[in-house]
């Protein structure tokens, strides 16, 4: 294909802000947003269209699609020059591609294509194409203005890019870390209670010691309790992978969520005589369908949590009805969670590094309650103020709205 000279209609104006945005720019969809409207003036087109090549698939992706002139309104039906990418990426040459002359006189049926490669270092990325309806033909200076701006645009493509593998690097470091910080958790959470048990149960058995009943008892409940430690964290990793992998079951019916949190209250305050909550039911609230031994497990783990980081905090429960939901809100005034923190609160293995070495835990218990509360089509989230407290508050939806899944959907 023939070449020319940048059309002189062309501003060196606008030329050189086409430049700008390229180098200016942080993100690539707001640059080409920019650049349509800068050279659509000098180069008319109906459709813009980029594609994105993938040398591993060797497949085309539409990355951005814009139509401006006489197919805006009636974007699925026109044409989208996916040929023509394919032909350009092949070839790394420009290319049109007229229609015939007998074509139907309906303009969005006569499309007149320009397809431009987007090369780095010759090697494809992409294409991208102009489309107008109707015509007129693209000339020789068109093609020089288009291949200008093809240029321009691979660097945004180049960009995008090298960002996602950024993003990718970034995403595994980040993974990395966690499962660094998980085996350094877990490996303190298992040797903790297995120490105690080890050590207890040694003293116990010594030939050459004698120990009261008042000892003994003491050693054993202690033995009985980092057991259930150990056992509670065991559970939690079980119940992660399950849920990662989509295994976990639940017997869905229908659930009184008042009488659930009572029933919890009830074992949670056998074991933790200092616990003192204060629970607000709304009067004849609704039935909700969900699986009370894993609901039972969420709020467990919110009463621990308040147990473990706000011992000297008052808990208070609200359970109330708006609208088609069940609103619940678990609340203490104990010493809150940082800001910076409350985004990441729910993630698989994190704990808040202020209380990481202070209290016992796997960073598991809070993503187990967020996954739990998804598959009951529900809602859980955080509010929390340094120094002030924290509050949870699950929404679920009541039973007349709450289809009941089957097993092969959990």
Not at 137 to 153: G, M, R, S
Not at 196 to 211: E, H, P, Q, V
Not at 219 to 239: A, P
């Amino acid at each position: 294909m023939c070449s020319a000279p940048i059309t002189q209609q062309v501003s060196l104006e606008d030329l050189f802000a086409v430049s700008q945005v390229i180098s200016q720019s942080q993100e690539w969809k707001p640059a080409l947003d920019k650049i349509v409207r800068l050279v659509r003036p000098y180069l008319i087109f109906d459709n813009l269209v980029a594609y994105r090549f993938d040398p591993d698939t060797k497949s085309i992706d539409v990355i951005y699609a814009r139509a401006i002139g006489r197919g805006k309104t009636a974007e699925a039906d026109v044409a989208w020059g996916g040929n023509i990418a394919s032909q350009v990426i092949s070839t790394g040459k420009s290319s049109c591609v007229e229609p015939p002359k007998d074509q139907s006189q309906d303009r969005l049926r006569m499309p007149y294509l320009l397809g431009l490669p987007l090369l780095s270092s010759k090697l494809p990325l992409g294409a991208l194409i102009l489309i107008r309806f109707g015509g007129p033909h693209f000339t020789e200076e068109d093609i020089a203005l288009a291949e200008y701006i093809a240029q321009q645009v691979t660097c945004l493509v180049e960009r995008m890019h090298w960002q996602q593998i950024n993003d990718m690097v970034e995403a595994q470091s980040k993974a990395m870390k966690l499962q660094e910080d998980f085996i350094h958790n877990i490996t303190h959470e298992l040797r903790s209670p297995l120490g105690f048990i080890k050590g207890y149960t040694t003293t116990l058995l010594r030939s050459d010691a004698k120990w009261n009943k008042s000892a003994q008892q003491e050693f054993l409940r202690i033995i009985d309790q980092e057991t259930d430690n150990l056992q509670e964290l065991i559970e939690n990793l079980l119940d992660s992978a399950r849920l990662q992998s989509g295994q976990m079951k639940m017997d869905f019916q229908l659930v009184r969520p008042d009488a659930l949190i009572k029933d919890v209250l009830q074992r949670m305050q056998a074991y933790h005589k200092d616990l003192i909550v204060k629970l607000t039911v709304e009067p004849q609230l609704p039935p909700i369908v969900g699986d009370p031994r894993r609901l039972a497990q969420v709020f467990e783990n919110l009463l621990s949590n308040a147990v473990k980081y706000a011992p000297a905090s008052e808990v208070y429960i609200e359970v109330k009805k708006e609208a088609d939901c069940a609103i619940i809100t678990v609340k203490d005034h104990g010493p809150g969670i940082p800001e910076q923190y409350l985004s990441r609160i729910f993630e698989r293995f994190f704990r808040n590094p202020d209380h990481a070495m202070k209290v016992h835990g796997s960073g598991l218990g809070l993503f187990i309650c967020k996954q739990i509360i998804d598959y009951h089509n529900g809602k859980i989230s955080v509010e929390s103020e340094v120094g002030k407290g924290t509050t949870f508050i699950i929404t679920l939806p009541l039973a007349l709205k709450n289809p009941v899944k089957s097993e092969e959907q959990t």
